[in-house]
């Protein structure tokens, strides 16, 4: 009923733009039947926010010191070993990698060092909290590393190459006639300048993030967006289908107006006015 499908296609979508003004999705008709989207969302979406915070950290904790240690040691035997790496890590698809380590490194693999399935760890009497901590972020390892390693491959390459054209400026070459350390010329000279580079792959890393947790949250059976989205797709749940797909509209808006804010903050050359 609230879908409005008795009616025109535009007066339908706008009678249903109302809603969402107000808060509403309606309801669920197959995942949770009779239950709002509006609840099912705010259960799955701290998971999915989790996952997708972690594997930013660790896509850009590894990747830009990398890329900037790849960038001052250009074309060196290392270098092109790093490169060789991260263009390989980069070519495998997100299914095949998760699928691989649960084969290899869960329960019942030939290594099974990480759990199966789920994020949420068995907590027994006479554990402490440091224990359950523990527990928690060794279950959210290998669903991470499979969220952020595509992006931690192209980050660290782009990150080099955005390195290497700053290095070569001039007011690189005359930071080094004035004495300026290597490490104050790299971090403090070079790298600041380097930065829109990075702060403009960020818009393209999120969005692959949302898209790489439908499939990680489904291979690896965490409640989630992903799995939500999927469930509701073999269910067609229309209802939960267009929240979702909204929501994911509303945060690239959202990360493309804070980019655009940030790059003022990065380089003073870029006035928003």
Not at 71 to 80: E, M, S
Request: hydrophobic share 55%.
């Amino acid at each position: 009923e609230k879908l409005h499908l008795d009616k025109p296609v535009p007066v339908g979508f706008f009678l249903w733009l109302e809603r969402v003004v107000h808060g509403d999705f309606g309801e669920s008709a197959a995942v949770d039947k009779g239950r709002p989207v509006t609840g099912l969302i705010l259960e799955r979406l701290p998971v999915t926010v989790s996952l997708n915070l972690l594997a930013i950290l660790v896509t850009y904790l590894l990747a830009i010191p990398l890329g900037i240690f790849s960038a001052v040691r250009p074309d060196t035997k290392l270098d092109n070993v790093i490169t060789f790496f991260l263009f390989f890590l980069y070519s495998l698809p997100v299914l095949w990698v998760a699928l691989m380590l649960q084969a290899m490194l869960c329960k019942g693999g030939y290594l099974p060092l990480f759990p199966l399935k789920g994020i949420f760890p068995e907590i027994t009497r006479g554990m402490t909290t440091w224990q359950i901590i523990g527990n928690t972020l060794w279950h959210y390892v290998l669903p991470v590393f499979c969220l952020s390693y595509a992006g931690f491959a192209g980050l660290a390459r782009f990150t080099r190459s955005g390195m290497l054209e700053v290095i070569h400026q001039d007011y690189i070459k005359t930071a080094r006639a004035k004495g300026v350390s290597e490490w104050g010329v790299v971090m403090k000279h070079a790298l600041r300048n380097a930065l829109i580079i990075m702060i403009t792959l960020f818009a393209g890393i999120l969005p692959s993030l949302v898209a790489g947790s439908i499939l990680v949250e489904y291979v690896f059976n965490i409640p989630g967006m992903g799995s939500l989205m999927v469930d509701s797709i073999e269910k067609r749940d229309y209802q939960v289908i267009q929240a979702i797909t909204l929501l994911i509209a509303m945060l690239n808006v959202f990360i493309n107006l804070i980019i655009d804010l940030i790059y003022g903050l990065a380089d003073p050359r870029i006035r928003l006015d």
